[in-house]
T-cell receptor, first 115, second 114 residues
Framework: DAGVIQSPRHEVTEMGQEVTLRCKPI?????LFWYRQTMMRGLELLIY????????DSGMPEDRFSAKMPNASFSTLKIQPSEPRDSAVYFC?????????????FGDGTRLSIL | DQQVKQNSPSLSVQEGRISILNCDYT??????FLWYKKYPAEGPTFLIS?????DKNEDGRFTVFLNKSAKHLSLHIVPSQPGDSAVYFC?????????????FGQGTTLQVKP
């Protein structure tokens, strides 16, 4: 059974460019989470969706960040314009909430470098 | 405001011995706790969890203990193996809120020496 799939695995781009990260959650999961991992702040939640609806985006750092989930099998995280301080590893995770004590399952992340 | 804290950034143990990783939390509303393991260039992998109605949960070599009065949980790995060398994150949630939202600690890097 396929896990959470993220693409690309690595992205290197210049400051000011638009960056789009993609995520395919595990089939049947009803929640999707975007995280960012940095040395300074650790693993921080950016936004999460339940049944494709954004529930809490309080972790999104700025208006330059946006996320969408047009259907149950696909989500994007977009940064426009990108800045060097956005360099980090971005993880997507999916889970099955509402059934008590279910863990989230993570993809392998996208390592983003903004030059 | 760090609600979940792992105060030890790193831990080194000898193969075959016990590894004990610790985690403290401040929010008394947390009722579900998890441990994840992370290898370099991979995403965190779920390891073991515990509900607040329990004080211990065991899965093979891994045992998680929960002390609600102290707001403390720990992960015991016995016996430790070199393949256990990884970063370990504890996480907590208010499971009854049905959001699935997890708050993660900063992680502890475990090195198991052969």
């Amino acid at each position: 059974d396929a896990g959470v799939i993220q693409s690309p695995r690595h992205e290197v781009t210049e400051m000011g460019q638009e960056v789009t990260l993609r995520c395919k959650p595990i089939s049947g999961h009803n929640s999707l989470f975007w995280y960012r991992q940095t040395m300074m702040r650790g693993l921080e939640l950016l936004i999460y969706f339940n049944n494709n609806v954004p529930i809490d985006d309080s972790g999104m750092p700025e208006d330059r960040f946006s996320a969408k989930m047009p259907n149950a099998s696909f989500s994007t995280l977009k940064i426009q314009p990108s800045e060097p301080r956005d360099s980090a590893v971005y993880f997507c995770a999916s889970g099955l909430i509402g059934q008590g004590g279910q863990p989230q399952h993570f993809g392998d992340g996208t390592r983003l470098s903004i030059l | 405001d760090q609600q979940v804290k792992q105060n030890s950034p790193s831990l080194s143990v000898q193969e075959g011995r016990i590894s004990i990783l610790n985690c403290d939390y401040t929010n008394s509303m947390f009722d579900y706790f998890l441990w994840y393991k992370k290898y370099p260039a991979e995403g965190p992998t779920f390891l073991i969890s515990i509900s607040s109605i329990k004080d211990k949960n065991e899965d093979g070599r891994f045992t998680v203990f929960l002390n609600k009065s102290a707001k403390h949980l720990s992960l015991h790995i016995v016996p430790s193996q070199p393949g256990d060398s990884a970063v370990y994150f504890c996480a907590a949630s208010v499971d009854r809120s049905n959001t699935g939202k997890l708050i993660f600690g900063q992680g502890t890097t475990l090195q198991v020496k052969p």
